[in-house]
């Protein structure tokens, strides 16, 4: 089985503070993705990486970066967390670039920024 | 563009009823579309996909799903709910033209089953 973990279920930081989320595959996947879930928004993607070092912009990837220095690592940075990023925090992993590829999600990090 | 619309934020149904959570989906080729459940502090899983062929795809759970072309619509079918079928549930869509694989999702459908 895919198995895709994220380093915190719960997580409280305060404004400013600069915070790391990591998220981290077995399957030797290619393709990574960070969401974030929002009440009555659904799942908005925030950065892809499709190869090592490689990394694309989702819809919403203001005030936030990424990094992706080994294949099975993806991490998700807030360089000065608001309020406003509070959320859960889904990562995510497919096999490669293939249109029929299902996408592997982890069990999300609930973030609270005060 | 691509996009989903999940046109129910809620559904409620009774245990043994069959239920029905409705997707439609706008791609400006054929699709691929999915189907993923998330329970209460879960991440999602996956239920069932379409990709070609039959129109009527059977997933996990005894879940299955429609593709039906001529109305742009992939909805998420059971003959028989049970109260552990309450969950939060997304559609998703993925343009056979697009590039990097990413998926479109819907807003999502929270579906609870009474007892």
């Known amino acids: 089985d895919v198995k895709v973990t994220q380093s915190s279920r719960y997580l409280v930081k305060r404004t400013g503070e600069k915070v790391f989320l990591e998220c981290v595959q077995d399957m030797d996947h290619e393709n990574m993705f960070w969401y974030r879930q929002d009440p009555g928004l659904g799942l908005r993607l925030i950065y892809f990486?499709?190869?090592?070092?490689?990394?694309e912009k989702g819809d919403i990837p203001e005030g936030y970066s990424v990094s992706r220095e080994k294949k099975e690592r993806f991490s998700l940075i807030l360089e000065s967390a608001s309020t406003n990023q509070t959320s859960m925090y889904l990562c995510a992993s497919q096999p490669g670039q293939s249109r029929t590829d299902t996408q592997y999600f982890g069990p999300g990090t609930r973030l609270t920024v005060l | 563009a691509q996009s989903v619309a999940q046109p129910e934020d809620q559904v409620n149904v009774a245990e043994g009823n069959p239920l029905t959570v409705k997707c439609t989906y706008s791609?400006?080729?054929?699709?691929?579309l999915f189907w993923y459940v998330q329970y209460p502090n879960r991440g999602l899983q996956f239920l069932l996909k379409?990709?070609?062929?039959?129109?009527l795809v059977k997933g996990s759970y005894g879940f299955e799903a429609e593709f039906n072309k001529s109305q742009t619509s992939f909805h998420l079918k059971k003959p028989s709910a049970l109260v552990s079928d309450s969950a939060l549930y997304f559609c998703a869509v993925r343009d056979r033209g697009s590039t990097l694989g990413r998926l479109y999702f819907g807003r999502g459908t929270q579906l609870t089953v009474w007892p």
């Open positions: 379409y990709i070609t062929g039959d129109n």
């Open positions: 990486s499709y190869d090592v070092k490689m990394k």
């Open positions: 791609v400006s080729g054929n699709p691929y």
